[in-house]
């Protein structure tokens, strides 16, 4: 069987619902392997809700249909304060990523009450910003970040992970809108143990098949290595 882009493989996925240090409920998903206690855990930060971001946003949903059988991964996504999926929307309003830092947490949270192991935070674009700036907790083995923007990060946050010394990877498109990979190298040489990926003829979002499948093996590379390469079919 090839695995193409609409294919979902077997799980375990029920509803979550995550609730933060200032009152609000969020709604999410958590997808573990069918048969097997995960390995590690993916805890997805989605791109920007005012341009369309949440929870489903492609690979984040595509992560959760094929790395838990995969890879072994427990994959936890959810929509940050305000934002809406076919899993419903979280209280509250967008924060610009202030806010925000409050979800980070309960994700997290919810990640060590339900002994999720070896929680990795994977952000993207938007996501990344969160990551960067909320994600420095000592539960995490480690943060991948796709298409991060480096706006709302500042040279400050850098330098915080760099001190913070957990692995940072940061997968940029050869075509990326906002920070491409000659400039990204520049910007996280604040952060000693980066590795920073130029992806050949990738953009922002990550459109197409090709391109998910370059990102999903470089997450597995990273946090389950056993797994990787990937296979693109099954027996």
């Known amino acids: ?29 958590l997808a573990l392997p069918a048969e097997r206690p995960p390995a590690a855990t993916l805890v997805c930060l989605h791109p920007l809700p005012t341009h369309g ?34 899993r419903g929307t979280s209280q509250g309003e ?11 947490a309960a994700a997290l949270e919810y990640a060590e009450f339900h002994d999720l192991p070896r929680p990795w935070l994977v952000g ?22 796709l298409s991060p923007p480096l706006r709302r990060a500042s040279d400050a946050d850098l330098t915080a992970w760099g001190e913070f010394g957990r692995p940072l990877v940061a997968l940029v498109p050869e075509f990326d809108d906002y920070l491409r990979p000659d400039e990204a190298a520049e910007r996280f040489a604040l952060v000693p143990q980066a590795e920073v990926i130029g992806v050949e003829g990738a953009k922002h979002l990550w459109v197409g098949e090709p391109s ?20 693109e079919r099954l027996p």
């Not at 069987?1 to 998903?29: F, K, N, Q, Y």
């Not at 984040?60 to 999926?85: H, I, W």
């Not at 967008?94 to 409050?102: A, M, N, S, V």
């Not at 420095?136 to 991948?144: F, S, V």
């Open 1 to 29: 069987m090839e695995i193409r882009a609409s294919t979902v493989l077997p799980a375990r996925r029920e509803p979550i619902e995550l609730h933060t240090a200032d009152g609000l409920t969020l709604v999410g998903e």
């Open 53 to 86: 971001g949440m929870m489903d946003s492609h690979v984040f949903r595509k992560a959760a249909y094929r790395l838990p059988a995969l890879a072994d991964l427990a994959v936890l996504r959810f929509n940050t304060r305000g934002t809406t999926s076919d």
């Open 94 to 104: 967008f924060g610009d990523g202030e806010g925000e830092r409050f979800d980070v």
């Open 124 to 145: 993207w674009s938007f996501g990344t910003e969160l990551a960067l700036r909320w994600g420095r907790d000592p539960l995490i083995e480690g943060a991948i970040l």
């Open 212 to 231: 998910v499948r370059i990102v999903l093996n470089e997450i597995v590379r990273r946090v389950a290595p056993g797994a990787y390469p990937l296979p």
